[in-house]
């Protein structure tokens, strides 16, 4: 038996249009995972303190288990599974690993989430690679391989970002 606050949400995940019967206080990155099998995105503190729960809401970064999967609706909510479909992901996802950007890879997924944000729009971070990944705990790699990798694939568009 359904509780009564449970509701059919709709979200849109990765371009597609994706049902949900849940509470819509339940976090996002809880939808995400459990209910709708996406498992790249992490859970780690679930206060927003680490994140590596971070999903793309409407191009933004946001620690989705902050977010209420209520809110989402209307939005277009991308995940590690999305964005690892285009051919420019791999790129930075292959710097990642060359630049030693990536280690235990628990956080991984969340960071390379915010550093596909900072090269769609580094205004959004002061044009600053370390500024973006203020909000991502990595206690493996020092940040150092992950801003040369964004830094890589910048340079690779020809020193555009």
């Given at each position: 038996?359904?509780?009564?606050?449970d509701?059919?949400?709709?979200l849109?995940?990765?371009?597609?249009?994706?049902?949900?019967?849940?509470?819509?206080?339940?976090?996002?990155?809880?939808?995400?995972?459990?209910?709708?099998?996406?498992?790249?995105t992490?859970?780690?503190?679930?206060?927003?303190?680490?994140?590596?729960c971070?999903?793309?809401?409407?191009?933004?970064?946001?620690?989705?288990?902050?977010?209420?999967?209520?809110?989402?609706?209307?939005?277009?909510?991308?995940?590690?599974?999305g964005?690892?479909?285009?051919?420019?992901?791999?790129?930075l996802?292959?710097?990642m690993?060359?630049?030693?950007?990536?280690q235990?890879?628990?956080c991984?997924?969340g960071?390379?989430?915010?550093?596909?944000?900072?090269?769609?729009?580094?205004?959004?971070?002061?044009?600053?690679?370390?500024?973006?990944?203020?909000?991502?705990?990595?206690r493996?790699?020092?940040y150092?391989?992950?801003i040369t990798?964004?830094?890589?694939?910048?340079?690779?568009?020809?020193?555009?970002?």
């Amino acid at each position: 038996m359904k509780a009564e606050q449970d509701r059919l949400i709709q979200l849109t995940i990765n371009g597609r249009e994706r049902s949900w019967a849940g509470d819509e206080a339940a976090s996002l990155a809880d939808v995400i995972r459990e209910g709708q099998g996406l498992t790249g995105t992490k859970i780690g503190c679930r206060t927003g303190e680490c994140g590596a729960c971070t999903v793309l809401l409407d191009g933004q970064p946001v620690v989705s288990c902050l977010v209420p999967a209520g809110s989402a609706q209307g939005q277009s909510i991308e995940t590690i599974e999305g964005l690892s479909q285009r051919e420019e992901f791999q790129t930075l996802a292959g710097l990642m690993l060359e630049e030693g950007g990536v280690q235990c890879g628990f956080c991984t997924p969340g960071v390379m989430v915010t550093v596909w944000a900072y090269l769609q729009n580094p205004a959004l971070f002061g044009g600053d690679a370390g500024a973006a990944l203020k909000n991502n705990l990595c206690r493996c790699t020092g940040y150092l391989g992950i801003i040369t990798a964004a830094e890589r694939v910048i340079a690779l568009r020809g020193g555009r970002p």
